[in-house]
């Protein structure tokens, strides 16, 4: 859980360690399945399951570049090949994966973009004795 989320649900529910409940005592599976359809409802996008929300968290945390064993440990595995279920990598990241070779100093954390402070140099110029690069 991100330090903003942690806050969040601090504001919304101070005085229980659980985050959907009734009157301080947990709630069963279905219940707070009822209380994420009607949050979805109420956001206006269509229901979705927690499932779902294990699935996302997986494919931004890899579409973020974040390892998979770290990966792994977050949503509690046994094994790699159960995360790579999990985190499905769009089209568009593909294409980024592949651009990554047109810009070899790419920091992923900018989302395939060029990171402006790290010097890109052309494969024609020579390099300079204090050009700095970083390196993945």
Same mark, same amino acid.
């Not at 999990?86 to 989302?111: C, E, F, M, N, R």
């Given at each position: 859980?991100? =330090?903003? @989320? =942690?806050?969040?649900?601090?504001?919304? /529910?101070?005085?229980?360690?659980?985050?959907?409940?009734?009157? &301080?005592?947990?709630? +069963?599976?279905?219940? *707070?399945?009822?209380?994420?359809?009607? $949050? %979805? +409802?109420? *956001? &206006?996008?269509?229901?979705?399951?927690? =499932? /779902?929300?294990?699935?996302?968290? $997986?494919? !931004?945390? *890899?579409?973020?570049? @974040?390892?998979?064993?770290? #990966?792994? !440990?977050?949503?509690?595995?046994?094994?790699? #090949?159960?995360?790579?279920?999990?985190?499905?990598?769009?089209?568009?990241?593909?294409?980024?994966?592949? $651009? /990554?070779?047109?810009?070899?100093?790419?920091?992923? *954390?900018? &989302? &395939?973009?060029?990171?402006?402070?790290?010097?890109?140099?052309?494969?024609?110029?020579?390099?300079?004795?204090?050009?700095?690069?970083? %390196?993945?």
């Amino acid at each position: 859980m991100t =330090h903003r @989320v =942690h806050e969040t649900l601090q504001r919304i /529910v101070p005085d229980s360690p659980l985050v959907f409940h009734r009157q &301080g005592r947990s709630i +069963r599976y279905t219940q *707070a399945l009822d209380q994420l359809k009607e $949050a %979805c +409802r109420h *956001a &206006g996008i269509r229901p979705i399951s927690w =499932h /779902v929300l294990r699935h996302t968290f $997986a494919s !931004e945390l *890899a579409r973020l570049g @974040v390892p998979l064993q770290n #990966t792994k !440990e977050l949503l509690g595995h046994a094994t790699i #090949t159960m995360t790579l279920r999990y985190a499905h990598l769009g089209p568009d990241t593909l294409k980024q994966s592949i $651009a /990554v070779l047109d810009h070899p100093k790419t920091v992923w *954390a900018t &989302g &395939g973009q060029p990171d402006p402070s790290t010097h890109m140099m052309e494969p024609s110029q020579p390099p300079d004795d204090d050009t700095k690069f970083r %390196c993945m």
